[in-house]
């Protein structure tokens, strides 16, 4: 029991989404399908290139 809550939230959310009209930002969906590295601000991605994961990778094999 309780799902009725949750899957009425879902369908708010989701018609919210469907029906509201959002600014887009053409520039950046270009630079990210684009892949370029730079961030907005001109300095470059925070993010480290290396994924920390990578290695447990080998172990679900």
Not at 30 to 40: A, K, T, V, Y
Request: aromatic share 8%; glycine share 10%; no cysteine.
């Amino acid at each position: 029991m309780g799902r009725g809550r949750a899957k009425a939230k879902q369908t708010k959310v989701a018609r919210e989404l469907k029906y509201s009209s959002h600014e887009t930002d053409f520039a950046a969906l270009q630079r990210e399908l684009s892949g370029d590295e730079r961030s907005p601000n001109g300095r470059g991605g925070d993010e480290p290139r290396d994924d920390p994961y990578d290695d447990y990778d080998d172990y679900r094999r």
